[in-house]
T-cell receptor
Framework: KQEVTQIPAALSVPEGENLVLNCSFT??????LQWFRQDPGKGLTSLLL?????REQTSGRLNASLDKSSGRSTLYIAASQPGDSATYLC????????????FGTGTRLKVLA | DAGVIQSPRHEVTEMGQEVTLRCKPI?????LFWYRQTMMRGLELLIY????????DSGMPEDRFSAKMPNASFSTLKIQPSEPRDSAVYFC???????????FGPGTRLTVL
């Protein structure tokens, strides 16, 4: 059974720092992996999607990497800003079965001004 | 585009009552997903539809839960009878055929007393 873990559960950093969020999954048979952002009281917003054949994806100050064989992904945020404060979730889509993402429990990020 | 629309945004009900949650997906999207988010279990997929047909309902917790999609622009998730352990935030999401990117609604916060 696929399990997705995110460490740390919470993170507080001063503005301007570069930071890394971690995601690990137990079964390397994945179709793709997504990183989402969730603001308090709101739904999720997709940030980056990495296909299983890719190693990384970039969007602005965000860079996500994928090491499928070791079951790991990282989300790198450069020059963090208070507006980056949110919960970040990763989710994997297994190759087997129907379309179904398995979500991690998230990392709650607070960027201090 | 207004995005995915969910109603109501908040629902407080008493144990044993019927609850109906509503979702309007983004126009043109042919996949619709219902998720539940709790502190204990995180974000879980309950059911998803493709072209109004339920494809995978393995996440529906029990027979008290049912979901329908009578047309491409409307879906409901019904709980009957409701129990306190059903208290959670319920999200609806939709996506188009040629992308894995899901667009989430703002969620319905359900409290069962």
């Amino acid at each position: 059974k696929q399990e997705v873990t995110q460490i740390p559960a919470a993170l507080s950093v001063p503005e301007g720092e570069n930071l890394v969020l971690n995601c690990s999954f137990t079964d390397s048979a994945i179709y793709n992996l997504q990183w989402f952002r969730q603001d308090p009281g709101k739904g999720l917003t997709s940030l980056l999607l990495i296909q299983s054949s890719q190693r990384e994806q970039t969007s602005g100050r965000l860079n996500a990497s994928l090491d499928k064989s070791s079951g790991r992904s990282t989300l790198y945020i450069a020059a963090s800003q208070p507006g980056d404060s949110a919960t970040y979730l990763c989710a994997v889509r297994p190759t087997s079965g129907t379309y179904k993402y398995i979500f991690g429990t998230g990392t709650r990020l607070k960027v201090l001004a | 585009d207004a995005g995915v629309i969910q109603s109501p945004r908040h629902e407080v009900t008493e144990m044993g009552q019927e609850v109906t949650l509503r979702c309007k997906p983004i126009s043109g999207h042919d996949y619709l997903f219902w998720y539940r988010q709790t502190m204990m279990r995180g974000l879980e997929l309950l059911i998803y539809f493709n072209n109004n047909v339920p494809i995978d309902d393995s996440g529906m917790p029990e027979d008290r839960f049912s979901a329908k999609m009578p047309n491409a622009s409307f879906s409901t998730l019904k709980i009957q009878p409701s129990e306190p352990r059903d208290s959670a935030v319920y999200f609806c999401a939709s996506r188009g055929s040629y992308t894995d990117t899901q667009y989430f609604g703002p969620g319905t916060r359900l409290t069962v007393l």
